[in-house]
C-alpha cells in the first residue's frame, strides 16, 4: 500500500499502515505508485499537494488508476483531494476526483479552530471514534452512490458531514494517524483486501 509522499501526515500514515500486516511504500513518483495496490492521501495542506501532483507528474496517473478502481483513503487534505467538488480553494487548485461529493476547505476556521470530538463511524466497531481535526474540510453534499459514515454530533458544526466511502473510495475530514486509534486505516485495510 502507498501513502502520497508529496507533503503531510506521510510517516504517520505508513505506520498506521504497517501495523495491520501490510507493506507500506512512500509514493513519490510515477514509477512507485505503479507499484502500489491501494493509496493513502494523507492530510496536510490541499493547495499544496495539488501543485507538487502536477510538479511530479502524479496528478494525471493517479487520477487513472482511482478511474480504474484503485482503493484510495484520504484523510483532510486528502479529502479535498478526492472531492469532485472543492467550495473556498484556489482557482489553480486541482483534485483526483473520484468521490461525488463537494467539500467546503477550511470549513471549520483557522488552525485556532482546531478541535477534538468522539465521532460515532458506521463500519467501525467499538466505542466512538476520537477525531482530530485541524483547519478541516466538511462535505457540503454527496452524490446518491456516497455512503456517509460520520457526522458531527453536537456544536455548531451539528450534522455536518466528516468521513465518506464511494466504492473503493473512502475519506474523513479528521486526523486518525494522530491518535494511535487504527481503526480507521484497519477498515481501509479490509476494504483492500475485500477489492483484491
Given at each position: 500500500m502507498g501513502v502520497l509522499a508529496l507533503q503531510?501526515?506521510?510517516r504517520e500514515h505508513l505506520?498506521?499502515?504497517a501495523a495491520d500486516d501490510v507493506t507500506a511504500l512512500a509514493v513519490r513518483r510515477p514509477a512507485e505508485l505503479a507499484q502500489v495496490d491501494a493509496l493513502?492521501?494523507?492530510g496536510g495542506e490541499s493547495t499544496t499537494m495539488s501543485n507538487l501532483a502536477v510538479a511530479f507528474e502524479l496528478l494525471e496517473p493517479i487520477r487513472a488508476r482511482i478511474a480504474a478502481g484503485m482503493p484510495v483513503y484520504g484523510s483532510c487534505a486528502g479529502m479535498i483531494m478526492l472531492a469532485e467538488t472543492v467550495l473556498d480553494g484556489r482557482l489553480d487548485q486541482r483534485s483526483f476526483g473520484g468521490i461525488d461529493m463537494v467539500v467546503r476547505r477550511n470549513a471549520f476556521g483557522r488552525q485556532v479552530d482546531s478541535f477534538e470530538t468522539s465521532l460515532s463511524v458506521s463500519g467501525i466497531a467499538g466505542e466512538p471514534f476520537h477525531a482530530v481535526f485541524i483547519r478541516a474540510p466538511w462535505v457540503e453534499s454527496v452524490g446518491p452512490g456516497v455512503e456517509v459514515l460520520a457526522r458531527v454530533e453536537?456544536?455548531?458544526a451539528d450534522g455536518r458531514i466528516v468521513a465518506v466511502r464511494q466504492g473503493n473510495l473512502l475519506a474523513t475530514a479528521f486526523h486518525p494517524e494522530l491518535t494511535g486509534d487504527l481503526r480507521v486505516h484497519r477498515f481501509f485495510v479490509d476494504l483492500v483486501r475485500a477489492a483484491r
Amino acid at each position: 500500500m502507498g501513502v502520497l509522499a508529496l507533503q503531510g501526515d506521510v510517516r504517520e500514515h505508513l505506520r498506521a499502515v504497517a501495523a495491520d500486516d501490510v507493506t507500506a511504500l512512500a509514493v513519490r513518483r510515477p514509477a512507485e505508485l505503479a507499484q502500489v495496490d491501494a493509496l493513502v492521501v494523507p492530510g496536510g495542506e490541499s493547495t499544496t499537494m495539488s501543485n507538487l501532483a502536477v510538479a511530479f507528474e502524479l496528478l494525471e496517473p493517479i487520477r487513472a488508476r482511482i478511474a480504474a478502481g484503485m482503493p484510495v483513503y484520504g484523510s483532510c487534505a486528502g479529502m479535498i483531494m478526492l472531492a469532485e467538488t472543492v467550495l473556498d480553494g484556489r482557482l489553480d487548485q486541482r483534485s483526483f476526483g473520484g468521490i461525488d461529493m463537494v467539500v467546503r476547505r477550511n470549513a471549520f476556521g483557522r488552525q485556532v479552530d482546531s478541535f477534538e470530538t468522539s465521532l460515532s463511524v458506521s463500519g467501525i466497531a467499538g466505542e466512538p471514534f476520537h477525531a482530530v481535526f485541524i483547519r478541516a474540510p466538511w462535505v457540503e453534499s454527496v452524490g446518491p452512490g456516497v455512503e456517509v459514515l460520520a457526522r458531527v454530533e453536537g456544536g455548531p458544526a451539528d450534522g455536518r458531514i466528516v468521513a465518506v466511502r464511494q466504492g473503493n473510495l473512502l475519506a474523513t475530514a479528521f486526523h486518525p494517524e494522530l491518535t494511535g486509534d487504527l481503526r480507521v486505516h484497519r477498515f481501509f485495510v479490509d476494504l483492500v483486501r475485500a477489492a483484491r
